[in-house]
């Protein structure tokens, strides 16, 4: 049984929408969905569940960091049957290309970490998001008119803004991988999702950039976060209830 989560089995969907800030999964609950209803307030880790366009959805919250997404989302594949997670969170660029208020669509999380080491003894530091799952959350993008970008990402243990040696950092991104921003909880879902031959995405805004020395104010977050969640839940429309053995 789960010992990071209260919720009843019945009460978690088979798609869920993971977000880092529990406040964020509240926000979500009060401002998309009907009828929500608290599910999980075990450490504070809020989880709501409620309608949106008549199909019910769960929006849980990670907290920060891939041992917490770690533990969140083999909770969630193991305990309650969750078929697909979409997680959304926020980035940092570090592609040229990138503007403020983007959404990624992440293809590849790389990490420096021993995160795959830990749990399975591999040496494993790509892990790739469902192709599935991306190709409807792209679609739906498209068909709503809320682009994303897909991209490769980095997925750090340390939060990178506080780094002291910001070109090395860079330095040391795979040149093959050309990695535009880097978020911290990514890599984790990928492979906990993998382990257990589940779904996972990743959508993330971009709040702050490198290169041009910007970070994004608090009323256009809202906004730029607010196209995303809606990604997200749209896609999520467009997921079985149940499982079944292809999207397609």
């Not at 450490?43 to 041992?67: C, D, H, I, Q």
């Not at 490769?152 to 780094?163: A, H, M, S």
Request: charged share 20%; with cysteine; hydrophobic share 40%.
């Amino acid at each position: 049984m789960p010992i990071h989560c209260n919720a009843k089995k019945e009460d978690i969907q088979k798609t869920v929408l993971m977000t880092g800030d529990p406040l964020r999964a509240k926000y979500i609950a009060e401002n998309f969905l009907e009828n929500s209803r608290l599910v999980n307030s075990v450490r504070n880790m809020l989880a709501y569940t409620g309608s949106y366009k008549g199909k019910e959805v769960t929006v849980f919250s990670s907290g920060m960091g891939m041992p917490s997404m770690g533990i969140y989302s083999y909770e969630l594949f193991k305990f309650y049957d969750v078929e697909n997670i979409i997680r959304i969170g926020s980035c940092g660029s570090y592609s040229h290309d990138l503007n403020l208020a983007d959404v990624i669509l992440v293809n590849q999380s790389y990490t420096e970490g021993n995160f795959a080491y830990e749990w399975s003894e591999k040496e494993c530091h790509i892990a790739s998001a469902s192709q599935q799952l991306n190709a409807i959350i792209e679609a739906t993008s498209k068909e709503i008119e809320i682009p994303c970008i897909k991209a490769n990402t980095l997925c750090n243990d340390c939060f990178d803004g506080y780094l002291d040696n910001i070109p090395g950092f860079i330095a040391r991104f795979p040149k093959e991988l050309n990695i535009a921003a880097c978020e911290m909880e990514a890599f984790a879902l990928f492979y906990i999702a993998n382990y257990f031959h589940k779904n996972a995405s990743c959508l993330l805004t971009v709040v702050d950039d490198y290169y041009k020395s910007q970070s994004i104010s608090s009323e256009a977050r809202e906004k730029s976060l607010n196209d995303m969640i809606t990604i997200a839940l749209e896609s999520s429309l467009k997921l079985p209830r149940k499982k079944e053995t292809s999207f397609i």
